[in-house]
């Protein structure tokens, strides 16, 4: 079922943002005046097409669909035929200022986009699990740091957060810029103090993994409550009712639903005595765990409350706006600064990903409701952005390039060199895309 998902939530999340980035380009040049002859979403052949406006500009839907592209008016092209009439709309006599507006123009709709995004979630409030830990394993960086559970990060850096995963993108950034990470803390008893993970327990750590849990940091979870019971299972058996409190397994005591289940699937099949509270009252029962057929796990036929705290982050409309500009500046920045570590070889090129783990987040992203997916969205629109604008020929960031350098020299580039670094261009995205298939392939076997 999940492979199923994949196409159509990959379509859900790539699709508009492609439409958009388009209509940046699109919008722009005909603001600047440039006729538009062809509006593609997808590339290669076209499949579908209809014609509209005044100009009778090609809307199309081709066959790969995994890009598109505004055809304009254009004397470079040995197929389009230049009419007097329509001379001063052709892109090339365009001034070079409005050449450079049309082609960053796409980009930067990706940017406006993901603001839009971010500020509506912002507004309309998302339910998220709050920055309060867990008791930390013993000699973990957090640990070392002071940090012993019950505690909630109240910022990082200096920055506020207010969430999990603000807390955690904080952290992305100590991580990236090798610096030590200051994290506020607000006690369960009360008081704020400060704690300190140090540079070299960030060193080296994959910002795509579960970074956060080799930190030794992980979310508050309640107490072991039983919220259900499996009719005829090992812990009915034993006594074991819903709402009962497990307080320890063998003695040893238990935090919370996760330190539970820990025990039960490590147990191995040997008998574990747990020490309930039921009604005010203790209670000692023994049960044994089973071996279930399904997955090869220990278990007793119960399930405990593991879910964290929860927050909800909301902001007025001016405040929205603010954090989904902070928001995207920061994705811009951090993205920026792990590309030029893979290009110096301080991140390996494995971070790099393609359509197949963008396929499986969608579909990942999709099940966990539309506030996780639209988040998602948006950050996909921002690497999009950023992806566009890397200095390399065929992309816009390539034609950007060119139009600097005719800014600077007074003269375009010459079309013998134009055609040279176009061919480059062509044959280092190739490598890039067969480098992000590769990694998406490997990840899944």
């Known amino acids: 079922m999940n492979n199923l998902l994949m196409i159509p939530a990959f379509i859900l999340a790539l699709g508009p943002l492609i439409i958009f980035h388009e209509l940046g380009h699109y919008l722009v040049a005909r603001l600047c005046g440039v006729k538009v ?133 904080a952290l992305v950034d100590a991580i990236v810029e090798k610096r030590d990470a200051r994290l506020e803390v607000r006690q369960p008893q009360g008081g704020q103090t400060a704690a300190i993970l140090p540079a070299s327990g960030l060193t080296g750590l994959d910002i795509d993994g579960d970074f956060t849990n080799k930190l030794g940091l992980d979310l508050w979870r309640p107490a072991a409550r039983v919220e259900t019971v499996l009719a005829g299972g090992p812990a009915e058996r034993a006594g074991v009712r819903q709402g009962d409190v497990v307080a320890a397994v063998d003695g040893a005591a238990v935090t919370d ?3 539970l289940v820990k025990a039960v699937r490590g147990s191995n099949g040997k008998a574990l005595a747990l020490t309930l509270n039921r009604d005010g009252g203790t209670l000692a029962v023994t049960v044994k ?62 971070n790099v990903t393609g359509p197949l783990t963008i396929a499986d987040y969608a579909q990942q992203t999709m099940r966990l409701g539309p506030a996780v997916f639209i988040g998602f969205i948006a950050f996909v629109s921002i690497s999009l952005g ?41 044959v280092l995205l190739a490598m890039l895309m067969a480098l992000a298939l590769f990694n998406d392939i490997a990840r899944r076997l």
Not at 392 to 417: A, F, N
């Open 386 to 426: 950023v992806m566009n604008l890397l200095p390399i020929p065929v992309l816009d960031g390539g034609l950007l390039l060119y139009y600097s350098l005719e800014v600077l020299t007074g003269r375009p580039l010459s079309e013998r060199i134009g055609a040279y670094a176009q061919r480059a261009g062509v």
């Open 289 to 350: 765990p089973e071996l279930r057929e399904k997955d090869k796990i220990w278990a007793i036929g119960l399930a405990p409350s593991v879910a964290p705290q929860m927050v909800t982050v909301t902001a007025g409309p001016f405040d929205a706006l603010a954090t989904g500009a902070r928001r995207t500046w920061e994705t811009i920045t951090i993205t920026l600064k792990m590309i030029k570590r893979m290009v110096t070889g301080e991140v390996s090129l494995k």
């Open 257 to 259: 639903g996760v330190d």
């Open 37 to 169: 002859l062809r509006f593609s979403v997808g590339m290669g052949k076209v499949v579908w097409s209809r014609k509209f406006g005044p100009d009778q500009t090609e809307w199309a839907v081709s066959a790969l669909p995994l890009g598109g592209y505004v055809k304009m008016l254009d004397a470079r092209d040995p197929d389009q035929q230049v009419d007097s009439k329509d001379a001063d709309r052709e892109f090339t006599r365009q001034s070079v200022w409005r050449r450079i507006a049309i082609v960053a123009a796409g980009p930067l709709a990706n940017f406006v986009l993901a603001i839009v995004l971010l500020a509506g979630l912002a507004m309309a409030g998302t339910s998220e699990p709050s920055a309060r830990l867990r008791a930390p394993e013993a000699n973990s960086p957090a640990f070392q740091a002071g940090l012993r559970g019950g505690e909630t990060i109240a910022a990082v850096d200096g920055k506020p957060v207010a969430s999990w995963a603000e807390m955690r993108w």
